[in-house]
């Protein structure tokens, strides 16, 4: 049996978030709970939002408190606000963080016996859908507006845990690429990386079928031919934005893999951008799963751009996927290897056991032990 959920709707184009406010008046809300972060406020990146739900007089409060990798102090401070707050909706504005804050926050103001943030953990169904929430992506990433799953970081057991629950899912989302357009070529190419990411682990996942092939393949082409011109280009820009959206619907039905496990915890642990630890690793992970993937990699390698994969023998196809990722992640700027951003080797050891117990490790096509953890930490280093 197969399952597929995604967001009830979803807009794009350049200037779609001016549907926001007439989208809330259909719906027969009243206020917006804004949950953003304080640097998009403060370059205005908020303005066509707040500007649509003025048009179709509509009230909102910002909280604009959201840091990188939202904790759990975090949501419970944004449950608490939009609590007191007198909204009955909620639009995210910003990249994975802020609206994968406002999915806890709209699961929990919904479900308060989940008032334990921690009880969100793994694949749960809540019993009530969450507060509506519509999302706008100002990156071209996580694709937190199409999937089911967010991620907390739990500061005091030092880990981050993902969530994965139906209800959370994004009501509306607004694929706009002129939100997008003040992301430096760093952000740009971390965030793109990670889509590539979601992509080809959503096609290698052990839960993979027809229907997400379709849409990781077809991401991981767009993602391929884009991102290199997404700083500079509006029209590959606007392609990342639909690249890593396909890219989403097909993670958020079928899984992750060993990349996503391995990357957490040089998050948790170390501060590494989600979507650099993804990129670093990505390369090792594909070598290591190869032997369990048939004959996948030539349809990678010939969605990245390689030519010729019909003829090739399958250390042939394999090398060039693998080859093919790792170029990418070169011609946008991702660092070398894991050396480069300060992490020691004394560390893996305890990566490797948050690794291994990750929720998105059970859908890699082929199981990883600690010590082989540890041997894809130092292949990356
Ligand atoms: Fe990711």
Known sequence: MHHIILNTESYFGPGCVSKVGAEAVERCLTCAFIVTDETLVKFGTLRPVLRSLQE???????????????????????????????????????????????????????????????????????????????????????????????????????????????NAIPRVAFIDADMMAGMPQSLAAATGMDALTHAIEAYLSRRAWTMTDIFSLQAVACIAQHLKHSCNLPQARENMALGQYLAGMAFSNCGLGATHALAHPLSSVWDV?????????????????????????????????????????????????????????????????????????????????????????????????????????????
């Not at 975090?74 to 999915?103: M, N």
């Not at 951008?273 to 690793?281: D, E, Y």
């Not at 990245?304 to 394999?318: P, S, W």
């Open 56 to 166: 179709s007089g509509l009230n909102f409060v910002i909280f604009d408190k959201v840091k990188s990798n939202p904790s759990i102090a975090a949501v419970q401070a944004g449950v608490e606000a939009f609590c007191q707050s007198g909204c009955d909706f909620i639009i995210a504005v910003g990249g994975g963080s802020p609206i994968d804050l406002a999915k806890a926050v709209s699961v929990i103001a919904a479900n308060p016996q989940h008032a334990d943030v921690r009880s969100l953990e793994h694949v749960r169904q809540t019993r009530c859908r969450g507060v509506t929430l519509f999302a706008v992506p100002t990156t071209a990433g996580t694709a937190s507006e199409v999937t089911v799953d967010y991620v907390i970081t739990d500061e005091e057991l030092g880990r981050k845990f993902l969530c994965a629950d139906d």
């Open 273 to 381: 951008p989600h979507g650099v630890a993804n990129a670093i690793m990505l390369p090792h992970v594909m070598a290591f799963n190869a032997e369990m993937t048939g004959d996948r990699y030539r349809h990678i390698a010939k969605a990245m751009g390689v030519r010729g994969t019909k003829g090739m023998t399958e250390t042939q196809y394999r090398e060039a996927a693998i080859g093919a990722v790792r170029a990418l992640g070169k011609l946008v700027g991702i660092p070398r290897g894991l050396a480069e951003l300060g992490v020691t080797r004394e560390s893996f050891p305890q990566m490797a056991e948050l690794a291994v117990t990750d929720a998105t490790l059970p859908d890699n096509p082929r199981p990883m032990h600690a010590g082989q953890a540890i041997a894809l930490y130092e292949a990356a280093y």
